[in-house]
């Protein structure tokens, strides 16, 4: 089935850096979504990505779908420490499935 | 509104025990159901889904097992724990066509 890959795995910054992942898919994609995982909590979905090159903002984050629909991107202005967690990019195969991968673990150091 | 509830919260098992995690989502009808697993430190690995009573797809050969005998309720069981089983074990649900996961607190599991 379809599989992303997503980088980098692990992020650390400074607070008030930039961060950026990106998700990468060998295949077009029918849409992506974004979820966030804080440490000990479970994931919540922050976004649906449909349209190519569709861009999409929420307060510092920014979300791009690439114009081939085989690529996405999240990236954040200025972090927080509220912003720690790991983030996924999961793809839906056949009708019902969500298949997450590996995620990239973001750590700031204040 | 909807709210999805899963437990027991945190569970310390011996190997060899049998385990059962419930699942039950309030406030929508035939939702899609699924149980997930994260491994320490690790991404989500899909065990099993679930569009209708019933109807149970799973994704892992392994020695657990699920079940949806009500519309709304969500089971993951196994006979015997092995120490592998270890994890923070997820339900979600979605709403059919929307694929969009809300997910319950989680089960963390530790087999010793």
């Known amino acids: 089935g379809q599989q992303v890959m997503q980088i980098p795995q692990y992020q650390h910054v400074q607070e008030g850096e930039d961060f950026t992942t990106y998700c990468n898919s060998s295949?077009?994609?029918?849409?992506i979504q974004w979820y966030k995982q804080r440490p000990g909590g479970h994931p919540v979905f922050l976004i649906q990505?449909?349209?190519?090159?569709e861009v999409k903002k929420q307060k510092r984050l920014t979300f791009q779908f690439g114009e081939a629909k085989k690529n996405s991107s999240l990236h954040i202005t200025a972090t927080q420490t509220t912003d720690v967690g790991t983030y996924f990019c999961?793809?839906?195969?056949?009708?019902?499935?969500?298949?997450f991968g590996q995620g990239t673990r973001l750590t700031i150091n204040p | 509104s909807q709210t999805i509830h899963q437990w027991p919260a945190t569970l310390v098992q011996p190997v060899g025990s049998p385990l059962s995690l419930e699942c039950t989502v309030e406030?929508?009808?035939?939702?899609?159901l699924y149980w997930y697993r994260q491994a320490a430190g690790r991404g989500l690995q899909l065990l099993f889904y679930?569009?209708?009573?019933?109807?149970i797809s799973s994704e892992v050969p392994q020695n657990l097992s699920a079940s949806r005998p009500q519309d709304r309720q969500f089971i993951l069981s196994s006979k015997k724990l092995l120490l592998s089983d270890s994890g923070f074990y997820l339900c979600?649900?979605?709403?059919?066509?929307?694929?969009?996961?809300?997910f319950g607190a989680g089960s963390r599991l530790t087999v010793l």
């Open positions: 979600a649900w979605s709403t059919l066509g929307a694929n969009v996961l809300t």
């Open positions: 295949t077009t994609l029918s849409n």
């Open positions: 679930s569009v209708g009573i019933g109807q």
């Open positions: 990505l449909v349209k190519s090159g």
């Open positions: 999961p793809i839906i195969q056949g009708a019902q499935k969500l298949v």
């Open positions: 406030g929508t009808s035939n939702p899609n």
